[in-house]
């Protein structure tokens, strides 16, 4: 971390001294993005200023548009394989930079992001052949994309970005959450470092080393930027879809659960804990609330007991409530929202927080609260879940919808009833909808399908891929090339 540190400052450094001496290189105006000068080599993508992290991407932009796809690849390669191998250095510098969460699961992001994110093999390319001749759809990137990262998954949800992205041809700029942007420094000098010995490209990752609202500002209103993609909450979510630019955003959730009495009750609980009790909670598509149909509410308790997981009395909720829910904003905007000391701590801490003792290996609280308690409504990222009890299915699904606030994020059923599954999963509309199984079986991981930690739900991309990150360009050739028929 003290390495990080020097990197930063040296940075720093160099772009002061860069400023007051005569060999200032050009500085990009919003009006004039791409460099004119090749001036940015060996800076590893560390920037400080957001007009020469642009003009680097760029550069880098123009200099990977020059090469074969499998140059791209090489690249990507690298940045898994430092992902992979640094894992446990990576995954321990990201813990004890933003103190949330729980380490071997950061170390286990890490390691999961460079394995398995989407490479160029799915890029593709889509023919049609007719009386006419030849049309063929190639997938283009944008060019230099601008990048925000939550400080829930910092370097791995850049590691994600920039394989996606590279994949599809682009080159990125970073404004990381100002919580975890040690390791986001760390991690991409080294990306940077290892892609320009192999392949002589520096700052195909560019990344802010001070990020602040005004350099994403200044990132979602630049010139040479020509995609947004967000990966956070309502707030940026916000700001990115008035920046004016087209944008990618992976917005906010509150995955309800919904289990009826069909359902296999230890699976259930069994996929709640694995789910919900991840990285304590900090994922976007993690279980944050679950509504359980009466018949067999005080049955699906007893499995979370068997399971693991600690109960809450009613008394110890109401205390748990009052610590670790707060309110913030002001006016209109006042709400409820998860306290700081307590958002992504492991259960022992929630459970001290109320002078309850549980053992070190509980990773998750649950208990039972009426809908009116704030960890219904609020993306409470902390490993304790309310348990709602419901009249019957029905009653259950619509309370789902109802808290998951329109998000259309993520959405949960435990049930053998396929009615049931279908009602739910017409009814909340999310980009996710989990049948029988923890959340992250979504994506790849214990289910079927592919991974990415940029989901995108407003926009409507959902799992983003290298795809997600190009544009379509169509060639056609007219009454020639196709090889069927008659001469
Ligand atoms: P956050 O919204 O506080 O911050 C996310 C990023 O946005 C940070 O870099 C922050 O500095 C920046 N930011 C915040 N307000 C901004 C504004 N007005 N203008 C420009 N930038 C702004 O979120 P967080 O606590 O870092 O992350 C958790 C949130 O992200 C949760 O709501 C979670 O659901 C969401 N998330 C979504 C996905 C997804 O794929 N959909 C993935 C991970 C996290």
Same mark, same amino acid.
């Given at each position: 971390m003290q390495a990080t540190e020097a990197i930063i400052r040296d940075v720093v450094q160099e772009v002061l001294a860069q400023m007051r001496g005569p060999s200032t290189p050009m500085r990009q105006g919003a009006s004039s993005p791409v460099s004119p000068a090749r001036g940015y080599r060996g800076r590893f993508g560390i920037f400080t200023c957001v007009d020469e992290a642009v003009a680097a991407a760029t550069e880098a932009f123009e200099q990977l548009s020059e090469r074969p796809i499998a140059d791209r690849k090489r690249a990507i390669d690298h940045i898994r394989r430092i992902s992979i191998e640094n894992c446990v250095e990576l995954g321990t510098m990201e813990m004890e930079e933003t103190k949330i969460g729980r380490l071997v699961h950061k170390i286990e992001k890490l390691k999961t992001l460079g394995e398995r994110t989407p490479g160029v093999e799915f890029l593709r390319s889509e023919v049609f052949s007719g009386d006419h001749g030849l049309a063929v759809i190639e997938h283009a990137p944008f060019g230099v994309i601008g990048c925000i990262t939550p400080v829930t998954h910092s370097l791995p949800t850049i590691t994600g970005n920039a394989v996606s992205m590279i994949a599809g041809g682009n080159t990125l700029v970073v404004n990381p959450h100002p919580s975890g942007k040690r390791v986001a420094v760390e991690g991409v000098r080294r990306f940077n470092e290892a892609i320009h010995r192999d392949l002589g490209i520096d700052n195909l990752i560019c990344l802010i080393a001070e990020p602040t609202l005004e350099s994403a500002g200044a990132i979602f209103g630049h010139r040479g930027v020509k995609l947004i993609c967000v990966t956070g909450g309502p707030a940026v979510a916000r700001a990115a879809m008035h920046s004016g630019k087209r944008a990618v955003v992976a917005g906010p959730g509150n995955p309800p659960v919904v289990v009826d009495e069909t359902a296999d009750l230890d699976r259930a609980a069994r996929s709640i804990i694995q789910g919900g009790? =991840?990285?304590?909670? !900090? !994922?976007?598509?993690?279980?944050?609330? &679950?509504?359980?149909?009466?018949?067999?509410?005080? +049955?699906? !308790? @007893? +499995?979370?007991?068997?399971?693991?997981?600690?109960? !809450?009395?009613?008394?110890?909720?109401?205390? $748990? @409530?009052? &610590?670790?829910?707060?309110? #913030?904003?002001?006016?209109?905007?006042?709400?409820?929202?998860?306290?700081?000391? =307590? $958002?992504?701590?492991?259960?022992? #801490? $929630?459970?001290?927080?109320? *002078?309850?003792?549980?053992?070190? /290996? #509980?990773? $998750?609280?649950? *208990? /039972? @609260?009426? /809908?009116?308690?704030?960890? &219904?409504?609020? /993306?409470?990222?902390?490993?304790?879940v309310p348990f709602v009890r419901c009249r019957d299915v029905d009653d259950a699904i619509a309370k789902a919808k109802h808290y998951e606030h329109g998000f259309r994020h993520t959405s949960i059923i435990h049930s053998t009833n396929v009615r049931n599954m279908t009602k739910m999963g017409r009814a909340m509309d999310t980009t996710l909808f989990v049948k029988n199984g923890p959340c992250m079986a979504a994506l790849g991981l214990g289910g079927e399908g592919y991974l990415s930690f940029s989901i995108a739900t407003p926009t409507g991309e959902g799992v983003t891929t290298p795809l997600t990150f190009t544009r379509e360009r169509r060639c056609s050739m007219i009454d020639e090339l196709r090889i069927l028929g008659k001469a």
């Open positions: 009790a =991840y990285d304590n909670n !900090l !994922l976007c598509i993690a279980e944050k609330e &679950v509504f359980v149909v009466g018949k067999v509410f005080d +049955a699906m !308790l @007893t +499995a979370m007991d068997r399971a693991g997981a600690a109960r !809450l009395n009613a008394r110890e909720v109401d205390a $748990l @409530t009052r &610590v670790a829910i707060t309110k #913030v904003g002001e006016g209109d905007h006042k709400h409820d929202a998860p306290a700081k000391e =307590y $958002l992504g701590q492991d259960a022992a #801490v $929630l459970a001290r927080g109320i *002078g309850k003792q549980v053992p070190r /290996e #509980v990773e $998750l609280l649950f *208990g /039972e @609260t009426d /809908e009116s308690n704030p960890f &219904v409504p609020v /993306e409470q990222m902390m490993p304790f």
